[in-house]
């Protein structure tokens, strides 16, 4: 049964706690973009623009930073880079305020690169306390909380900015972002298990694990977000074509609603899917959705199908990195894993803009779905080509790994 699965997971050591922090932990995160965007058309009275070149240096810096952040956890732990970035976000949304914007852009791009890697790390974490055979439903629960902190950050930014004022909102998130840094920090999550820990210290080259297969992963999971980020845009557009903008909050809550759905059934099952399987699924369901036409209520359940396979499919990508990578460079792994994610939302923003103010919205969900099954095509020959994890001798704890050792029984369950 579908809680059985959930029953066992949460009987883990620290699986509990880590999920709690973590999902606190992303919503100052999530509320990011949105908070710097109308910062600068409302605070600074400037045009969207100039606040889609502040959100595009802090994406960049993102999708750089996110393999360093990794890279360095593996080598020096969690803790230290935790210290580095919670130090950098609260530097930066303390002033970010009072900067003008060709500062604001370079500071962005630097908070950026020193991100509070909570995504990463949480997933990471997660591979160390929970065994193989049940961490399909640990990143699946996972994905369904990434999903509830996208519905809740963003939405508290606006909020935020239109009533308090762009200034108190950004310190507020600054607050936000220092607490969910201190309270990783105290918790120290682990990032090997007890079994990893005992194999002997190996240097782990990255052509061992960055092969023709991992390259394809990446590639299907930037895929999965361009899939998203298109059919959010064209679901907006056409309920704001049909003059009914005030139910786009609705509209989308009830979208993410599918992906919590489809995530707690998957989680639940016995066995799981290829991200090859549910990420061509969610294209080829996604292709059709335009037919429904200009009523947004017909267009949302039009994307139910593909709405269900959301969470699946973001969490399948996950579930199988963390079979392919050796430990000693899942870190660094889990940081290309972001990378792609960043890289599909910020490439679908404008095409399917483009499509939509030239075509229309339907040919944006057409276009969406073609380019996840295109990718996966691509992806299918060098699908075997992956690496060979499961033979490799994983690398040694880290300086202040030893603190979170689990006891071997606790690995088996």
């Known amino acids: 049964m579908a809680l059985d699965q959930y029953r066992r997971l949460f009987r883990l050591p620290g699986v509990r706690t880590l999920l709690l922090v973590g999902m606190l932990a992303r919503v100052p995160a999530t509320a990011m973009g949105m908070a710097l965007t109308l910062h600068v058309v409302f605070g600074l009275r400037l045009g969207y623009v100039e606040a889609g070149v502040v959100t595009m240096a802090s994406t960049v810096g993102m999708a750089v930073g996110s393999p360093l ?116 920090i105290v918790f120290n999550p682990p990032t090997r298990s007890a079994v990893e820990l005992e194999e002997p210290v190996v240097k782990v080259p990255r052509r061992q694990w960055l092969t023709p297969g991992f390259v394809a992963l990446l590639g299907t999971t930037a895929a999965a977000t361009f899939i998203l980020t298109a059919t959010e845009l064209g679901l907006v557009a056409t309920i704001n074509t049909a003059g009914e903008t005030q139910w786009v909050g609705l509209a989308v809550a009830i979208w993410c609603l599918y992906s919590l759905v489809g995530g707690f059934v998957y989680g639940g099952l016995s066995r799981g899917f290829s991200p090859l399987v549910l990420i061509a699924g969610m294209g080829l369901l996604t292709i059709p959705v335009g037919l429904a036409g200009a009523d947004w209520r017909w267009l949302i359940l039009a994307m139910l199908p593909a709405g269900l396979l959301c969470a699946p499919a973001l ?50 969900f057409v276009v969406a779905g073609l380019v996840g099954v295109v990718m996966v095509v691509v992806a299918l020959p060098l699908w075997r080509r992956r690496p060979p994890a499961a033979a490799t001798p994983v690398a040694g704890p880290p300086r202040d790994a030893k603190e979170h050792v689990l006891p071997p029984a606790a690995t088996k369950s």
């Open 69 to 184: 952040s990794g890279r360095f956890v593996d080598r020096h732990g969690v803790r230290p880079v935790l210290v580095v970035t919670t130090l950098a976000q609260a530097v930066f949304w303390s002033c970010a305020w009072a900067l003008p914007l060709p500062a604001l852009a370079v500071a962005a791009a630097v908070a950026g690169l020193l991100n509070l890697p909570v995504f990463s790390v949480t997933r990471q974490s997660l591979a160390a306390l929970v065994p193989p055979e049940q961490r399909r439903t640990g990143f699946t629960l996972d994905s369904m909380l990434v999903e509830l902190s996208y519905m809740t950050g963003p939405a508290l930014a606006a909020a935020g900015i239109t009533t308090l004022g762009s200034t108190t909102t950004l310190a507020l998130i600054g607050v936000g972002i220092t607490a969910a840094g201190l309270g990783l």
């Open 315 to 364: 969490s399948s990508t996950v579930d199988v990195l963390s079979r392919w990578v050796p430990a000693a460079a899942r870190g660094e792994a889990m940081g290309l894993h972001g990378t792609a994610l960043l890289i599909g939302g910020a490439a679908s923003s404008p095409i399917a803009g483009a499509i939509i103010d030239g075509s229309g919205p339907t040919w944006a």
